[in-house]
């Protein structure tokens, strides 16, 4: 329940720069008077535009300021709800706009429109249209429930019934519903996406695969290759070398034959020596008769035996040269022989060493080659792999997001079925429809208007009158719509104190008496309000003289120096 319990304005309207006061919840009923302009009224416009920024009246918001002071507006409200004491301040020039809780003023981080749908969904969880449906009829501007669309109808019934909550479920199920819309359709694409990655990858493997097996196959084709190149040098390295040991061996007697050379050098070189010394003799004693050292003369015997021993022995020496060279030219051509065999073996040597060599290269080229396949045998499919797995795995994401995806949706269909107007709320309403009748049907005999009234749950009424004929709101006079339009309110009231939802202390009347009500309708009416228990009653009229014994209190406005003030 809300319960109102203070109201001040001040420069609002007629009314001047000192506050302008009014106790909510002092007297049980208050009655209202003044002359036309003194600002009877203001405290509509005063109650509706602290609460919500819009005047009861249809005044624009520059004229709500005093035209004399131009500034400094200030409207303030006080209530307690939920346990907690709240203080509304709202102005105009300056602008202000302030909550309280319990004395400390709610954050005011949020736009303004964010902070008026606090103040109005959480705190007073009651809209305009529904406060002024139960809180205040009026005679100027107010808009009676018979003359609202359907629609509009509607929305006060589910203030009242406190099931709007489920029309704000419906709206944030329509977001719900888009997003949830939109997950799906980008899930598809990730699911799409996924597959045709994996496919796209797949292929790329297979395709690197199949280059792989053929860079193994060149590699081991070129490895047999130059395995038989191997084979073929090893068998020429093995028949070189069998004819380079045949060769050796025919020449096995070169280090004799060399040192054989060397002898038969020496030899001459003796012998040639010893051949020129007796050559020397031998002229010696031709050429002297005496010896030159002692002076002694050379017995004629002695010197022809000297000279023919050295001939001698230089026709031996001779003998034995011819002999040594006729040895040393077998020597020097069996030399040359072994000299020509040699070059043959350094040939077939140099052969052996080339075929060598290309098995070493050949064996250099099978080592890299073995080295390429095993590292594409390593790396055989690991980057592919991880791209597959990686994709494979977002998949199953996918998938898995899809199946909440779709748990969402039926849940958020079946939660739509729920919160339409023909769901949940629809029983609802269709619970209270006939309390709603009964009440308002109470409320008319209550002021001596015996009809049949009824609404359905499109909130579309029918009037039984006189002898049951169907009539509709507008069929009535200004008066019995009077009488309906009161009788609504209380219904509620009755409805809100119920439910605990819209329920207040506050009912204030504009000139009700003084419209279309008869005598008898305004004492059958009196009687109405003067039984309303935790209720603060308030009619503005002109009809002081005649009302105000009927009142615990009586407030009277007038203008001094074209200020509005309470006397």
């Given amino acids: 329940m809300i319960h109102f319990t203070k109201v001040r304005w001040k420069n609002f309207l007629s009314t001047g720069n000192a506050f302008t006061e009014i106790q909510l919840d002092k007297h049980d009923s208050t009655l209202i008077v003044g002359e036309n302009g003194a600002g009877k009224s203001t405290m509509l416009d005063a109650i509706c535009y602290g609460l919500y920024g819009k005047p009861f009246r249809k005044v624009k918001k520059d004229q709500l300021i005093n035209s004399v002071n131009g500034r400094d507006v200030v409207i303030e409200i006080e209530f307690r709800t939920h346990d907690h004491s709240y203080l509304v301040r709202r102005g105009i020039k300056p602008n202000v706009f302030e909550i309280h809780e319990d004395g400390v003023l709610i954050d005011q981080e949020a736009a303004v429109r964010d902070y008026q749908e606090m103040l109005e969904k959480n705190i007073l969880k009651l809209s305009m249209k529904s406060f002024t449906q139960i809180v205040i009829l009026g005679s100027s501007s107010f808009v009676p429930f018979m003359q609202l669309t359907t629609n509009v109808r509607r929305e006060v019934i589910e203030d009242l019934l406190d099931i709007r909550v489920f029309s704000s479920m419906a709206l944030l199920l329509k977001d719900r519903v888009a997003t949830n819309r939109e997950e799906y359709k980008l899930n598809e694409q990730a699911i799409r996406y996924a597959q045709d990655a994996i496919k796209t990858q797949e292929k790329l493997r297979a395709e690197i695969d199949e280059q792989r097996e053929s860079k193994i196959a060149d590699y081991n084709v070129s490895i047999m290759r130059n395995e038989e190149d191997i084979s073929v040098s090893k068998i020429a390295i093995e028949e070189y070398q069998e004819e380079i040991d045949n060769l050796l061996e025919q020449c096995a007697d070169y280090d004799y034959i ?280 308030f009619v503005i009229s002109h009809k002081g003289d005649v009302l105000n014994d009927k009142f615990s209190n009586v407030l009277r406005f007038a203008k001094q120096k074209n200020f509005s003030r309470i006397m």
């Fill in 258 to 537: 060399v040192g054989r050379i060397h002898k038969i050098v020496s030899l001459e070189q003796n012998l040639e020596s010893k051949k020129s010394n007796a050559n020397k003799s031998i002229k010696f004693y031709t050429e002297n008769d005496e010896c030159p050292t002692c002076a002694q003369l050379i017995e004629e015997t002695i010197r022809k035996s000297k000279i023919d021993e050295k001939k001698s022995s230089v026709e031996e020496i001779k003998e034995a040269l011819t002999r040594l060279e006729d040895e040393h030219r077998k020597a020097e051509h069996r030399h040359s022989e072994i000299r020509g065999i040699q070059a043959d073996i350094r040939r077939l040597q140099a052969e052996t060493n080339r075929f060598q060599s290309s098995i070493e290269s050949y064996q250099k080229e099978i080592a890299i080659w073995n080295k390429e396949i095993a590292n594409l045998n390593k790396t055989q499919g690991t980057f592919t792999e991880s791209a597959i797995l990686s994709s494979k795995l977002e998949l199953d994401k996918a998938l898995s997001s899809k199946e909440q995806i779709l748990t969402d949706k039926e849940m958020f269909e079946l939660a739509t079925v729920i919160l339409r107007d023909s769901g949940i709320k629809s029983r609802i309403i269709k619970q209270y429809i006939p309390v709603i009748n009964t009440l308002v049907n109470k409320y008319l005999a209550a002021m001596d208007f015996f009809v049949k009234f009824e609404l359905n749950e499109q909130f579309e009424e029918k009037i039984l009158s006189r002898h049951r004929d169907d009539f509709t709101y507008e069929s009535f006079s200004e008066g019995e719509k009077m009488r309906i339009d009161l009788s609504l309110l209380f219904t509620w009231r009755a409805i809100a104190r119920m439910k605990n939802s819209a329920s207040t202390n506050l009912l204030i009347l504009d000139e009700v008496f003084d419209a279309s009500l008869d005598a008898n309708g305004c004492d059958e009416f009196l009687k109405l309000i003067h039984d309303m228990e935790e209720t603060n009653i």
